[in-house]
């Protein structure tokens, strides 16, 4: 599909489906009440600080950045939880991989729980698991993450409302500020249809491009289940980001 895609647009262009992004204030999704903007929204210019560097290099990254079940380890002790690979492929609108570009993620602990001092759910913190990791995309715009899976975790919106599994991703461009950031969901969960959040996007397609899809043929036998995700910065078949109505 995807090299269908990339014969049929390379070299077109594709414009903004503003109405396919999921409106700014949702009454069910209780935070964006205050969020939501109150005027007509304004369309700036990029600054220089956006268009040129500094940019993440590889020599900045550690060996085990992208390593969450032993990058915050004590003593050698893995994270606890299901061990997972979750990769993909980072890709243009014209469906062409995106090479070198920085991907960190950050997640709960296989209990739900957030290691953040504001952190209000019961269920208790691994010393060993940090929650967040990065890397670069390779030559072909291949990114992968060694994690465990996050547990879902309470959340103080409706009463009784409940967050399904979930794994944030930040993208960045060619410089700090150029920034994108979504979150990935895993297939199969049924907390996914339940979520207030998920519930404020209009697109079925676009909440199906967040879930991740079981990829047994990548799996690690005796070690990790792995999923696939793939990121697309624009175009028609952009992943759905909460911070850049652009970059859709």
């Known amino acids: 599909m995807v090299d269908e895609l990339s014969a049929s647009s390379e070299g077109s262009f594709i414009s903004r489906d503003r109405a ?20 007509a929204l304004l369309s700036l210019g990029q600054t220089a600080s956006e268009l040129t560097g500094p940019a993440f290099g590889h020599s900045l990254l550690g060996e085990l950045d992208n390593n969450l079940i032993r990058n915050f380890s004590r003593e050698g002790i893995d994270a606890i939880g299901q061990r997972l690979i979750i990769h993909g492929q980072v890709l243009d609108e014209n469906a062409r991989p995106v090479a070198g570009t920085l991907v960190e993620c950050w997640q709960a602990n296989a209990g739900g729980r957030y290691r953040h001092k504001r952190e209000g759910y019961l269920a ?115 992943t759905l980001f909460e911070n850049k109505l652009e970059g859709n």
């Open 20 to 39: 396919w992004h999921p409106p700014a204030y949702t009454q069910a999704y209780k935070s964006s009440t205050l969020r939501s903007p109150r005027n």
């Open 124 to 238: 208790p913190l691994d010393p060993n698991f940090g929650g967040c990791g990065r890397t670069i995309t390779d030559a072909n715009g291949y990114y992968s993450f060694r994690t465990i899976k996050p547990g879902g975790y309470p959340w103080a919106n409706g009463g009784n409302d409940w967050r399904p599994a979930h794994i944030h991703f930040s993208i960045f461009g060619h410089a700090f500020a150029q920034r994108l950031i979504t979150q990935m969901y895993f297939e199969g969960d049924p907390m996914v249809w339940q979520c207030p959040i998920v519930g404020g996007i209009p697109d079925m397609a676009a909440i199906d491009q967040l879930i991740a899809r079981l990829d047994r043929h990548n799996t690690v036998p005796m070690d990790a289940l792995a999923y696939r995700f793939d990121i697309v910065l624009r175009g028609r078949r952009s």
